[in-house]
């Protein structure tokens, strides 16, 4: 049982994922803090609560105690601080100093942080290790691995792995091994998530282009008319997909890249009459160059391929196509997914859903800010069951 009030404090606040879990469990928020004036303005909106600006402008006497201390931090390198500063205090001069330092004064029982899901590998492991360290030798107790979480293992259409570390002090006692059972993952639906389109204002600002549309159609031709064994696994890249120019010295590419020019080649001599006539009207669509002229089918091995069934994103590499169980991660840029049944973008509010924010929730009237907002935050609902389980171990905090 979590004693009702608790008093928790949130760290790189963003707008408020941490807020919303650990409200909901009973907490009460005491302090806030995060460098971003519109990510500030949305806290406050939301919760009445005017979150402080920079971390490391805040003396930590100046934060009131707390039972919990809660942040996603950025992640930083910490090898060259310690050479730097000859290993005197190798997370110095990075954020994650800054928890410490706050660690240090109040001796929360609880601290639980975020990260993105490389942090073990990250600089060769040397930043996992210093973190634990660090959290060790600050008197918490904390399993030698952070644990991996990601909404689509409870049914959020959202592929986010992220990291969760969970840090009991010592005197209140262990954390236990988070065995989380994969066969109760419940299947996801990207239906879960969506508005209808009569219920959203201004709809035509998330449809895609005509444009756009006429160039998935041809890609979508593409996919479903070329005579192949297997669907192609390797990029589908327009200006390859010609014969072999017998001038050009392929070995001045790196091999990954001669790879995918010889099965782009290969591709084209199975299908050239089907391609040529194709090439020639993709040509006149004004979209069909740089990266709108590259295909990425990772949506599997079916025998009716169609764009519009799945997901796509607009990437450098390419058009992406994924199968439309989940979303991958949101991101804290303004572009989004496409869902192609839809012929549209996400909206702010259906990225709400995927952070699974409460629906009373108000976002970012600036919607690039409320994009950038949700691909930042931490998803609610992982936060709720990560931070039970910490707390639960261990009777009333
Ligand atoms: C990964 S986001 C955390 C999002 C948050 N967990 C949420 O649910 O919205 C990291 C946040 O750290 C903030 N930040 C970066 N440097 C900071 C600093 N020096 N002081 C306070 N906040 C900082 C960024 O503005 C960003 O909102």
């Not at 969760?164 to 299947?187: A, Q, S």
């Amino acid at each position: 049982m979590i004693k009702k009030g608790f008093k928790f404090i949130d760290l790189f606040c963003g707008i408020g994922g941490f807020h919303q879990a650990l409200t909901s469990l009973g907490g009460k928020c005491v302090f806030a803090s995060d460098i971003d004036l519109d990510c500030r303005k949305t806290y406050q909106k939301n919760y009445g609560l005017e979150p402080f600006g920079d971390i490391t402008k805040i003396n930590e006497a100046d934060i009131p105690s707390h039972d919990v201390l809660c942040g996603g931090f950025p992640c930083q390198s910490f090898s060259k601080a310690g050479k730097r500063l000859g290993f005197e205090d190798e997370t110095k001069g990075t954020l994650f100093f800054d928890i410490c330092r706050i660690i240090s004064f109040h001796k929360p029982k609880y601290v639980l942080l975020e990260n993105v899901r490389n942090l073990a590998s990250h600089d060769h492991g040397n930043t996992w290790k210093v973190i634990h360290g660090k959290l060790s030798s600050l008197g918490y107790n904390l399993l030698p691995e952070p644990i991996i979480f990601s909404p689509h293992y409870i049914g959020v259409p959202q592929h986010r792995e992220r990291f969760y570390i969970m840090c009991v002090r010592k005197d209140i006692g262990n954390v236990e091994p988070f065995v989380f059972d994969k066969t109760t993952i419940k299947p996801c639906s990207i239906e879960d998530i969506l508005q209808d389109d009569n219920e959203i204002e201004n709809i035509k600002d998330y449809k895609i282009s005509e444009d756009l549309v006429s160039l998935i159609d041809l890609w979508n031709e593409f996919i479903q008319k070329i005579q192949v064994k297997k669907l192609p696994g390797f990029p589908i890249w327009a200006d390859r997909l010609c014969d072999l120019d017998v001038n050009e010295d392929l070995n001045q590419y790196p091999l990954w890249k001669q790879n995918f020019i010889l099965k782009n080649n290969e591709l084209y001599k199975g299908n050239k009459v089907f391609i040529d006539e194709w090439l020639g009207r993709a040509k006149q669509n004004p979209l069909f160059f740089g990266s709108k002229a590259k295909l990425e089918w990772q949506a599997g091995q079916t025998n009716h391929p169609d764009i519009w069934k799945q997901i796509f994103q607009l990437r450098p590499s390419g058009i992406r196509v994924k199968v439309n169980t989940y979303f991958p991660a949101l991101v804290a840029i303004v572009q989004t997914s496409i869902v192609g049944v839809r012929k549209r973008f996400l909206t702010p509010k259906e990225c709400s859903r995927l952070q699974s924010f409460p629906e009373t929730f108000i976002p970012d009237a600036k919607e690039p800010q409320a994009y950038k907002q949700f691909g930042n935050a931490v998803n609610v609902e992982c936060v709720k069951i990560i931070a039970k389980h910490m707390f639960n171990n261990h009777g009333s905090i």
